[in-house]
């Protein structure tokens, strides 16, 4: 089935720095999403893309279909960065999302 | 847009007994669906919901959990005599529809079974 194997599992960044998640999916995925987990428990959607980059803010989003993999940057972090990075692929299942594992990220001053 | 709404947050049960989960999907979204989410397994699909019509359950286990969506605005999660590995975060979700659509997550229901 669908795999998304997401590095690195936790991540610790200094204010001011920046640093990328990675997915890399077993299958052709049709879209990814990138999640954060808040301090509430809740996914906040951050990034939808079914090809090519996307930027908000400090955070950045690219999505190459054909090689498998997506990627989020964080650019001059900040300590309210902090918590859980998750990336979600739309595969073969097709409405079957497939999530990473999870990165940790902890943002320190 | 209060987004997706699951109650209640947190469900403690005893072995045996039945755990109902709501979820109402964001205003608009004929897409619902439900996931299930643990440390060792990570997050599992359990069953979708297309214009309140049941589409694919392929994840549900077989006995004891059934979904059902009467109307557009709210989807129930039952689980009849629940068990201590029935103890999870139960996720639902909802999309404006299409086969990749984005999908936008409830807060969860943690279950916890005695």
């Known amino acids: 089935g669908d795999q998304v194997e997401q590095s690195p599992s936790a991540l610790s960044l200094h204010e001011g720095t920046g640093s990328a998640l990675r997915c890399n999916f077993t299958?052709?995925?049709?879209?990814v999403q990138w999640f954060r987990k808040n301090s509430r428990g809740s996914l906040i959607n951050l990034f939808y893309?079914?090809?090519g980059t996307k930027e908000n803010g400090r955070l950045k989003s690219a999505f190459d279909s054909k090689e498998r993999y997506s990627t989020l940057h964080i650019r001059d972090a900040q300590l309210e960065d902090s918590g859980t990075y998750f990336c979600?692929?739309?595969?073969?299942?097709?409405?079957?999302?497939?999530f990473g594992s999870g990165t940790r990220l902890l943002v320190s001053p | 847009n209060a987004g997706v709404i699951q109650t209640p947050r947190h469900k403690v049960t005893g072995k045996g007994q039945e755990a109902t989960l709501w979820c109402e999907p964001i205003?608009?979204?004929?897409?619902v669906f439900w996931y299930r989410q643990t440390i060792v397994q990570g997050l599992e699909f359990l069953t979708y919901?297309?214009?309140?019509?049941?589409?694919?359950d392929s994840g549900m286990p077989k006995e004891r959990f059934s979904a059902q969506m009467p109307n557009q605005s709210h989807s129930t999660l039952k689980i009849q005599s629940t068990q201590p590995q029935d103890s999870a975060v139960y996720l639902c979700?909802?999309?404006?529809?299409?086969?990749?659509?984005?999908?936008?997550f409830g807060p969860g229901t943690r279950l916890t079974v005695l």
């Open positions: 893309l079914a090809s």
């Open positions: 979700a909802s999309s404006l529809g299409g086969i990749y659509a984005e999908q936008f």
């Open positions: 919901f297309r214009n309140q019509a049941p589409i694919d």
């Open positions: 205003s608009g979204h004929s897409a």
């Open positions: 979600a692929g739309s595969g073969t299942g097709g409405y079957k999302v497939v």
């Open positions: 299958t052709t995925m049709r879209a």
